[in-house]
């Protein structure tokens, strides 16, 4: 998929676990780890709004479009 | 949505039901095969006095083996066709219907119905060239089973596409985080 989770980035600017970051988007460590991993087929609004809040950024922080 | 369907009780009777007619499929098909072989062999003749009783030339012979044939493979499509329908509905059960395999196994009991019928319409000739009032009546009938099978045979194979989109669309959210 060209589209590419750049989760790990950001989680070390912010000192964070992944472990954490689970906790408090209240999201299970495997699927947070599915994300970030790019493994999942898509993302809802949700998940990406719970991500930024506890990350402090932007969508396309977290997100990267990798043409083939 | 899986635990409001567990222990269903229309899907519970619907399992022992085409359980049951499963078995009767492959019961009836085995009695048929023995009695397949009676009539080619101990009952060979008993056969041949009754054929020509009714008036029908000792080539009859042959039909009544070939009709014998077509009835086996017609039971042991219906216990194959009852097979698939009661590991379908054990799916249900279970709460995870939406999988390529039952879109697969939809559409094999779709094709098991377009051959139970062309199986039926040979049959139907059969009993039409023997000839005879009842007969004749007999192939009426085989005819008007003919037209409900074909909705049967359109339903399923529509459902087999609805269980296709519905399996993927499953795989989409499987992998939504």
């Not at chain 1, 990406?48 to 479009?65: K, V």
Request: net charge neutral; charged share 20%; with cysteine.
């Amino acid at each position: 998929m060209p589209i590419a989770v750049t989760l790990d980035n950001r989680l070390h600017e912010k000192r964070m676990t992944l472990t954490e970051l689970a906790e408090r988007v209240d999201i299970t460590l495997a699927n947070l780890s599915i994300l970030k991993t790019n493994k999942a087929k898509a993302i809802r609004f949700s998940t990406l709004t719970a991500l930024c809040r506890e990350l402090d950024c932007q969508p396309g922080d977290l997100l990267a479009y990798l043409p083939d | 949505m899986p635990q409001a369907l567990r222990r269903d009780p229309l899907l519970a009777f619907a399992q022992f039901l085409v359980g049951a007619l499963a078995g009767l499929f492959a019961f009836a098909g085995i009695m048929v095969a023995i009695g397949l072989g009676a009539v080619t062999t101990v009952q060979r003749d008993y056969v041949f006095a009754k054929l020509a009783a009714a008036g029908v030339s000792e080539a009859g012979y042959g039909a009544v083996l070939f009709a014998l044939v077509l009835i086996i493979m017609l039971m042991a499509l219906g216990a194959f066709f009852m097979r698939e329908l009661f590991r379908l509905v054990g799916s249900v059960e279970e709460g995870d219907p939406f999988r390529p395999f039952n879109a697969d196994r939809l559409r094999r009991m779709g094709w098991n119905t377009v051959a139970s019928q062309l199986i039926l319409f040979a049959l139907a000739a059969i009993a039409h060239s023997f000839g005879g009032y009842r007969q004749a009546l007999l192939a009426e009938d085989a005819m008007l089973v003919g037209f409900s099978a074909l909705l049967v045979t359109l339903i399923l194979f529509i459902l087999a596409r609805v269980f296709r989109v519905g399996a993927e669309m499953r795989s989409e959210l499987e992998g939504t985080v």
